[in-house]
T-cell receptor, first 110, second 112 residues
């Protein structure tokens, strides 16, 4: 069975600092992995996806994620946080259906 | 165009009311989804339609009734809801079930 675990329900970073949001997956087959962002009172927006074409995936808004099979990880990073990055972030894996992680709330401190 | 639209944006209904939520996409996607999301929680899958047929029903109470009139439209009919059904209801679509899903903005439902 597929699942994802997001370490850290809350992450705070200073504006301009590195953003690192952690996601580990459990999958018996090569997974389809996704990161979504949700701003308050809005739907989920796709940031990026991994579908085995390349291990380093670049997404929108300067985010990227690296697929590491040996670590079963798909962590999301951004070199320099902006105030507008404050939101809820969800990692997801496709098994027989989408499985979402529990989410990480990112706070950006001015 | 990667837009999924949902109407209404907000809905307040009493426990005896009947209402419907509507979702529309024009991306040619063949899979459509209904999710329920409580505050600070991930979306919970309710229903999946694939090629206009219901393929997954995650043990949702019968007071929620989905309908897929055509490949672009998805409805969720609501009847005799409970206050605990108050949540953000999200619609999504994807090209195939393993593809990335595109979400609508959601309908904020309050049951009084």
């Amino acid at each position: 069975a597929q699942s994802v675990t997001q370490l850290g329900s809350h992450v705070s970073v200073s504006e301009g600092a590195l953003v690192l949001l952690r996601c580990n997956y459990s999958s018996s087959v090569p997974p389809y992995l996704f990161w979504y962002v949700q701003y308050p009172n809005q739907g989920l927006q796709l940031l990026l996806k991994y579908t085995s074409a390349a291990t380093l995936v670049k997404g929108i808004n300067g985010f990227e994620a690296e697929f590491k099979k040996s670590e079963t990880s798909f962590h999301l990073t951004k070199p320099s946080a902006h105030m507008s990055d404050a939101a809820e972030y969800f990692c997801a894996v496709f098994g027989n259906q989408f499985y979402f992680g529990t989410g990480t709330s990112l706070t950006v401190i001015p | 165009d990667t837009e999924v639209t949902q109407t209404p944006k907000h809905l307040v209904m009493g426990m005896t009311n009947k209402k419907s939520l509507k979702c529309e996409q024009h991306m040619g996607h063949r899979a459509m989804y209904w999710y329920k999301q409580k505050a600070k929680k991930p979306p919970e899958l309710m229903f999946v339609y694939s090629y206009e047929k219901l393929s997954i029903n995650e043990s949702v109470p019968s007071r929620f009734s989905p309908e897929c009139p055509n490949s672009s439209l998805l409805n969720l009919h609501l009847h005799a809801l409970q206050p605990e059904d108050s949540a953000l209801y999200l619609c999504a679509s994807s090209q195939r079930q393993e593809s990335e899903q595109y979400f609508g903005p959601g309908t904020r439902l309050t049951v009084t």
